[in-house]
């Protein structure tokens, strides 16, 4: 019998760690709740091993039309449920889901500060987006749709990445929020309208073999993303030029915040103490990222031999 994985909550990881070669072992970063207050030392249940007799290729091995549906076969067989979709990331995605129990949401700080005094958060009209093959489909998606508004809002799945930082708050201004998956997930469904889902990342090869559903659109992008691991959430309304839409979204919703790892030390200070001073934001976990200067890995560095 082929074992199923066990993923804990503690563990972050993103897909690409998860569709790694014939062996399948997820690593927790080293600030990532699997440790226990900053002291470096694992959980017991922290680390994951993953089904490595399914010997699944790496993603860039897939080469042939059949390669993926032959991936999502063994998935299936090895009980990773019948959902599993033949087109590539179905493995990596779900197992990568199964171990997500938060979603981020990379930001600046005035729409930090906005969602922490209003408690909203908010929904905003896609054409603005850099992505234009993105934009583009929504707005078909509205078009065939007979839709007067589509606004959208973007959360990822992965793990603190260099990428999100640069492309989405970049400079010491940036912010990411960490919510809790469930609680801000039932807020968002409380509005009337909205639809949530993973993005899918395809290959041009490949969506040119797909025979496309409209109702997929909004949730497709090219396969140059797929490190964002992006789980978005739409709202469609028959009413014209809405230009955004506030849900409210209590502050249990937030897990952490985590600010730029480009504001100087001395500043982040003083940015945390304005936060905490927010109506009911005075026991908010806020850290300042350290993933581009950590003195725990230039230490370590040190002891080479």
Not at 186 to 214: C, F, H, M, S, W
Request: with cysteine; charged share 25%; hydrophobic share 35%.
């Amino acid at each position: 019998m082929i074992p199923r994985c066990r993923i804990s909550s503690g563990c972050d990881t993103s897909a690409h760690e998860l569709v790694s070669g014939f062996s399948y072992i997820t690593r927790p970063q080293r600030n990532s709740a699997a440790y226990s207050n900053g002291s470096g030392q694992l959980h017991n249940d922290a680390h994951t091993v993953l089904i490595h007799t399914l010997q699944l290729p790496r993603r860039r091995d897939l080469q042939r039309p059949g390669d993926r549906r032959e991936v999502a076969e063994r998935a299936n067989s090895a009980g990773l449920g019948r959902e599993v979709a033949p087109s590539g990331d179905a493995v990596a995605s779900r197992l990568s889901t199964m171990s997500k129990a938060f979603l981020r949401r990379y930001t600046d700080l005035p729409g930090l500060i906005y969602l922490l005094r209003e408690r909203k958060i908010t929904l905003l009209d896609p054409q603005s987006w850099d992505d234009r093959n993105d934009s583009y489909y929504l707005a078909l998606y509205k078009q065939k749709k007979g839709l007067g508004s589509v606004l959208a809002l973007c959360f990822t799945q992965a793990s603190e990445t260099y990428h999100h930082w640069r492309v989405f708050a970049n400079g010491a201004s940036g912010v990411c929020i960490t919510f809790n998956r469930a609680e801000v997930l039932e807020a968002v469904k409380q509005q009337r309208g909205v639809r949530t889902r993973n993005v899918r990342y395809l290959t041009l090869p490949e969506i040119r073999d797909e025979t496309l559903k409209t109702r997929d659109l909004p949730f497709l992008k090219r396969y140059a993303f797929e490190h964002e691991d992006e789980f978005r959430v739409i709202y469609e309304s028959t009413e014209r030029g809405i230009p955004y839409l506030d849900i409210p979204a209590p502050l249990l919703c937030i897990d952490r915040i985590t600010l730029s790892p480009w504001i100087p030390k001395a500043l982040s200070h003083h940015v945390k103490e304005t936060l905490r001073s927010i109506k009911g934001c005075s026991d908010l976990k806020i850290v300042r990222s350290t993933l581009i200067s950590n003195e725990e890995w230039k230490t370590l560095g040190e002891s080479a031999i």
